[in-house]
């Protein structure tokens, strides 16, 4: 459903080309919940940016549902969800005319747009909050909104990222329940946090990216056989301190 292949995009800056993402390639498929982790600067956002069709890469490819970005960037957005820490939601309008306005922007038609609106209040329960405005609702309220959102249109590709950042235990649990019925409803999920413990009970497989190449990739079975970690924390302190796991001469 989703599939990246030889990405690359590269930066110029005082004289020095920095690769941001360097040729990477992998695929989610429909019911399957990928993380895509490394620290900052590692390249996740620069790839999700070019799978949004925001950026245009170097080289490669990012396909969603069969179409390239980076050839029709507005039919691959119309099948992609998207769900960051940053709410955005409008203040003025209640939840229901907000939710409603970007059915209508994916061009969801009125009564298609109610129907899912209805079952979608019921999995994040927020029936209750359709007829407030959105500046009022409190972080954790905005956050199930903006779940809410991402799926309005039913993309069959769902992108999150760092989807628990301030959210306290409640709110991640809501997370949690979230990608459990994006993987039941057969949705390809790719999910980018620093959360490593999370991740490995969200994630069904992981890319472990480390200056833009993709050092590692698997599932956490795989991944453990072949770094001889137990955690992905362990793996990360591996691949950004080398030199501690060098043995000596």
Not at 36 to 60: F, I, Q, W
Not at 211 to 233: D, F, I, K, Y
């Amino acid at each position: 459903m989703l599939k990246i292949q030889s990405l690359t995009k590269f930066f110029t800056a005082e004289n020095e080309t920095v690769h941001a993402v360097d040729r990477l390639s992998l695929e989610v498929a429909p019911g399957e919940v990928y993380g895509l982790l490394g620290p900052n600067g590692a390249g996740k956002t620069t790839t999700l940016r070019m799978v949004l069709g925001l950026v245009v890469p170097d080289e490669g490819i990012a396909e969603v549902a069969g179409i390239q970005t980076s050839v029709d960037p507005f039919a691959a957005k119309a099948k992609l969800g998207f769900v960051s820490a940053s709410d955005g939601v409008y203040p003025w309008l209640s939840v229901r005319e907000m939710l409603l306005y970007f059915a209508d922007l994916y061009g969801v038609p009125p009564e298609t747009a109610e129907t899912r609106l209805a079952e979608l209040a019921g999995v994040m329960d927020i029936h209750g909050l359709l007829d407030r405005r959105a500046g009022s609702l409190s972080t954790g309220q905005r956050q199930r909104v903006t779940l809410v959102r991402g799926l309005i249109h039913d993309p069959p590709v769902m992108l999150l990222d760092e989807p628990t950042r301030g959210l306290d235990v409640v709110g991640v649990q809501t997370i949690f329940r979230y990608i459990g019925h994006l993987r039941e409803t057969g949705k390809a999920v790719v999910v980018c946090t620093h959360r490593l413990d999370e991740a490995e009970r969200l994630c069904d497989r992981f890319g472990l990216l480390h200056r833009g190449r993709l050092r590692h990739h698997g599932t956490l079975s795989q991944l453990r056989q072949s770094t001889g970690r137990e955690h992905l924390v362990e793996m990360f302190d591996d691949l950004m301190n080398p030199t501690l796991t060098e043995t000596p001469a």
